[in-house]
Every structure is written in C-alpha cells, then in structure tokens.
C-alpha cells in the first residue's frame, strides 16, 4: 500500500513538469491577426517589372500601361478616396478605390508634365505669346519666370485658373463616388483634333508613357536649372570639371 502511495505521488509531480498539451499552442496561434502582407500581393505571381518582388494584388494587368511597377505597394493600400474631395459626413457614397484614384492622379500629372515641359522649352528659345508686353518679355528664363511673375502679381491669374480646373475635375470625381458615372479614370471627353476617336488602348498607352517619361524629364529639368543650368541643354556649368569631384 505504501508503495502504490509514494508511485501515486511520484505520477502528480511528473506531470506537473510536463509541457502544456499542443491544442492549447494551436488555438493560441489560430488568434493571431492575419498578416497584412498577405491581403497586399499575390505570392503566386511575379511582377512583370521587377521580377523579384511578388505583384502587387491591385496590378493585375486590368488597366492599360500597368506592368506591375509599385515596389512600395501603395496601390494595395485599402482606402476610399472619396473624403478627399468630400467629407464623408456629408453623405453616403460608392466611394473611388485606391488604384482609380492613382490613375486619375497619374494621368492628371502626366499631361501637366508634357505641357509644362513643352512649356519651359518655349520660354527659354524665346517664344511669348503675341503682344505680350512687360514683364513677360523681360523674362530672361523659365527657371526665373515664378519669381517674377510672383512679384508682379501675374500668379493670381494662373492659380485662378488652376483652382477653377480642380473644381471641375473634383465635381466629375463626385459623381463617380456616387455611382452617377462609370467614366474611367482620367476620361474627359477631351480630344478636339480626334486623334483618339476609337478609344483605342493604344493611344491610351502612349499617353500614359509619355507623361510618365515627361514627369521624369521635367523633375530633370527643374533639378538642373537650379543648380545653374539655365540654358539649354541645362549642364550645370562647373568652373572647372577636371577638379570637379562626386
């Protein structure tokens, strides 16, 4: 009797060392969050631009020119851009999804890109338009148009102008959150010499790749006019190259 006791004793205390049982581990992991890593890209494929990171789960080729470049995966972000233009307590709306709102912003910076670019070329071959007086004709180049403009008071005339655009532009926007309008991102209607008149995706693409390559080419262009190259082609003029070190 006393042995089966001591054995009895012996048994409790072994199992109060033992290690928990694995359902209580299971059901501790099965509680922890879902990875947001995993609602943001597709494992299963690749991006198309950079082969080494996974695709994006928004770029999934729907929309035209989309080759999957968004390392910092900012089109997975889930968010409703509708506040933007109007407050949510205002009413209830669709609301305008990340990647619709990208290209709408994409498209919008791309073509003020091309006309801007086009734009500081002009000025700096000396093109004005026709009997403009002082002080645009005094403008001796595009890098120091802002400053003179802004001293003249001439500014007020195209931050009126780009204030009316983006009331405009916000007021279509509204009606897509509400669901009034199917229009896709960054589709004006705006196409006066017909060159696009089949809606091809085509010419969609080539306005898309040129007003990312003219973003590109215009941040270019400003970074060296004001590091002194003010005049085409815009090198910066080092006094000396031979002792110029990087």
Known sequence: MMKLAVASLLAGSAAAFAPAQQEAVKTSLDAMPERMWNKMVDKTQRSKSMPFLPRPINLDGSYVGDVGFDPFYLSSIDKNFAGFIQPPSWEETKGLPTLYWMRESELKHGRIAMLAFAGWLATDFGVRFPGAGAPYTSVPNSFSAHDIMVENGSMWVMLSLAGLIEICSGAVLVEVSKGLSDREAGEYGFDPLGFNKNNSDDM???????????????????????????????????????????
């Open 204 to 246: 969609k693409l080539k306005e898309l790749t040129n007003g990312r390559a003219a973003m590109m080419a215009f941040g270019g262009l400003a970074t060296q006019s004001a590091l002194g190259g003010t005049e085409f082609p815009y090198l910066v003029p080092y006094p000396n190259v031979a002792e110029f070190t990087w």
